[in-house]
């Protein structure tokens, strides 16, 4: 019989998730996956920043934010033919998923059309659309779905009762009313958040429960290990242990049995051992990054090398055939991460 879906988890059986023994845990993680997935295809989605840096929040793992000084220049929104060469780029290297970030704690109004109409330019291409923007009204909402917006990636980052400790200029339920606007308009949610924040196992546990209950679980939830970008208040933060994070996904994968868990943010500083054990205990998507896959990009190099070395293979899917028990395969810059061109190391509320 396959894992039930759930909406009601408590944070004492997570919790006593991240407590079993490595291998137990790993092997329960890994049979879940088998219930929805091919255990041997990855999903692969490619972030663009479409607005870069410049950001009025204070989000403190965030290179973006106009108040730390980070080196990242400030750069208005991309012109829509920039945008799709980019995504044409992606396209034909094999991504099936294209992100559009967007440095902002909200967009205006009157960015809406010009946002919606790279999200049709990209759709005519045949790829998965998946934006964030940060926050937005049920307007805004509406108005990105008839464009033809597939997945809109909004994080939670963290526990409740972290977020203040990292974030000072909204609220958590800023996140969950945007998450409600965007399901609300009827499309598909890519929502995870960040671990090695400083956080506690409990708060771990704490994200993975708020992901987990809400009224639908999220398509894709991507998990970002924090990259450290000096000038950004998170910098110094000791280093999670990485059979800690390989729980974390374990975990995800056990409480959402059929979304798609994306290895995020973070991705670069983990070895090829690390990110074996996370493809072993359920993750099954990436970020490439937005140098693309045909480039002379090296780090295209080694994750084709690390799939060769696994025996691991791109899913391939066109928008129309991804099935909802899928869902966000991929990913949207969703999350965090490295949305940037040369930032690997940036997380946007992506990711
Ligand atoms: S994560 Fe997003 S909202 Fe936060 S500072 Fe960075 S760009 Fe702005």
């Given at each position: 019989m396959p894992t039930p879906i759930r909406h009601d988890y408590r944070r004492e059986e997570i919790l006593a998730l991240f407590d079993l023994p490595f291998t137990e845990l790993v092997f329960r993680a890994a049979s879940v996956h088998r219930e929805h997935f091919d255990p041997t295809r990855v999903q692969v989605s490619t972030l663009l920043s479409i607005k870069t840096g410049g950001c009025?929040?204070?989000?403190?793992?965030?290179?973006?934010?106009?108040?730390?000084?980070?080196g990242v220049a400030a750069q208005k929104l991309m012109d829509a033919d920039d945008v799709l060469a980019r995504a044409r780029q992606a396209r034909d290297a094999g991504a099936t998923r294209f992100c559009m970030g967007a440095a902002w704690r909200s967009p205006k109004d009157r960015d809406i059309p010009k946002v919606a109409a790279m999200i049709r330019a990209v759709r005519g291409l045949g790829l998965e659309t998946c934006a964030t923007l940060g926050m937005l009204s049920a307007d805004q909402a509406l108005a990105l779905k008839d464009a033809g917006l597939d997945y809109y990636n909004h994080n939670l980052d963290t526990a409740p009762e972290f977020y203040d400790s990292v974030i000072?200029?909204?609220?958590?339920q800023d996140r969950l009313d945007t998450l409600a606007a965007v399901r609300a308009a009827g499309m598909k949610t890519c929502c995870g958040g960040i671990v090695g924040?400083?956080?506690?196992r409990e708060q771990r546990a704490g994200l993975l429960q708020t992901l987990a209950n809400l009224p639908e679980h999220p398509e894709s939830v991507p998990v970002n290990l924090l990259v450290?970008?000096?000038?950004?208040?998170?910098?110094?933060?000791a280093a999670l242990d990485p059979f800690e994070f390989v729980r974390t996904i374990a975990v995800a994968r056990l409480l959402m049995p059929a979304s798609t868990v994306r290895l995020s943010?973070?991705?670069?500083?983990?070895n090829d051992e690390m990110q074996g054990l996370c493809f072993l205990a359920g993750a099954n998507s990436i970020f490439y990054g937005?140098?693309?896959?045909?480039?002379?990009n090296p780090e295209t190099d080694r994750d084709r090398r690390l799939f060769e070395r696994l025996g691991l293979s791109v899913l391939t899917v066109a928008p129309q055939q991804d099935s909802d028990a899928s869902g966000?395969?991929?990913?949207?810059?969703c999350t965090t991460g490295a949305a940037e061109a040369d930032a690997e190391a940036a997380m946007e509320e992506v990711v």
């Open positions: 009025p929040e204070d989000c403190g793992y965030c290179p973006q934010a106009a108040r730390y000084d980070t000072g200029t909204r609220v958590y924040m400083g956080e506690s450290q970008v000096p000038g950004t208040p998170l910098a110094g933060t943010a973070g991705r670069e500083a983990m937005e140098k693309l896959l045909t480039t002379d966000c395969g991929s990913a949207c810059a």
